[in-house]
């Protein structure tokens, strides 16, 4: 558990200073690769020293011009590296089994929060029961079933 708290908080030190670089004009800028003296690669923005033969590397695409966009988009991908990570981690340590516990708490969560977002968004919601005809719920009942799906949500995926 704590490699997993561990690798959260990298995770959220690297989105920090990605969209840190991302949002400055110097991450565009062309970066130089070369060997020292002493055989160690060196990555700068300026270039090498006299007489040594450098690698030009172009610098990172620059992020869109909506800041609103570029977090978004710099998140999405921190999610999902995360998740991946948390994947291999889960292999490794409890084996496949414990993987596609994973994956179906994952859909569980996902089909309960967007459960959680129609019942917000929407006046009238229809119960859709297995053989059963759809029925409009009354404004206590969907304002019930709010609050039992965030309790559920808290309860099953506050990991997720």
Do not use: H
């Given at each position: 558990?704590?490699?997993?708290?561990?690798?959260?908080?990298?995770?959220?030190?690297?989105?920090?200073?990605?969209?840190?670089?991302?949002?400055?004009?110097?991450?565009?800028?062309?970066?130089?690769?070369?060997?020292?003296?002493?055989?160690?690669?060196?990555?700068?923005?300026?270039?090498?020293?006299?007489?040594?033969?450098?690698?030009?590397?172009?610098?990172?695409?620059?992020?869109?011009?909506?800041?609103?966009?570029?977090?978004?988009?710099?998140?999405?991908?921190?999610e999902?590296?995360?998740?991946?990570?948390?994947?291999?981690?889960?292999?490794?340590?409890?084996?496949?089994?414990?993987?596609?516990e994973?994956?179906?708490?994952?859909?569980?969560?996902?089909?309960?929060?967007?459960?959680l977002?129609?019942?917000?968004?929407?006046?009238?919601?229809?119960?859709?029961?297995?053989?059963?005809?759809?029925?409009?719920?009354?404004?206590?009942?969907?304002?019930?079933?709010?609050?039992?799906?965030?309790?559920?949500?808290?309860?099953?995926?506050?990991?997720?």
């Amino acid at each position: 558990m704590t490699s997993l708290f561990t690798s959260r908080k990298c995770v959220l030190l690297m989105l920090s200073v990605v969209t840190t670089l991302a949002l400055t004009d110097g991450w565009a800028e062309r970066i130089y690769k070369w060997k020292d003296a002493d055989g160690q690669t060196v990555y700068s923005q300026t270039p090498p020293p006299e007489g040594i033969r450098a690698e030009r590397l172009s610098g990172a695409p620059r992020s869109p011009e909506d800041p609103v966009e570029a977090m978004n988009q710099l998140r999405e991908r921190a999610e999902a590296f995360a998740g991946r990570r948390e994947d291999r981690l889960l292999v490794e340590k409890e084996g496949q089994q414990a993987l596609e516990e994973k994956k179906k708490r994952d859909e569980i969560c996902a089909t309960l929060r967007k459960n959680l977002e129609t019942l917000q968004n929407n006046p009238r919601v229809r119960d859709q029961s297995e053989g059963k005809e759809p029925v409009v719920i009354t404004e206590e009942q969907r304002q019930a079933n709010i609050k039992s799906t965030q309790e559920r949500i808290q309860k099953e995926c506050t990991n997720n």
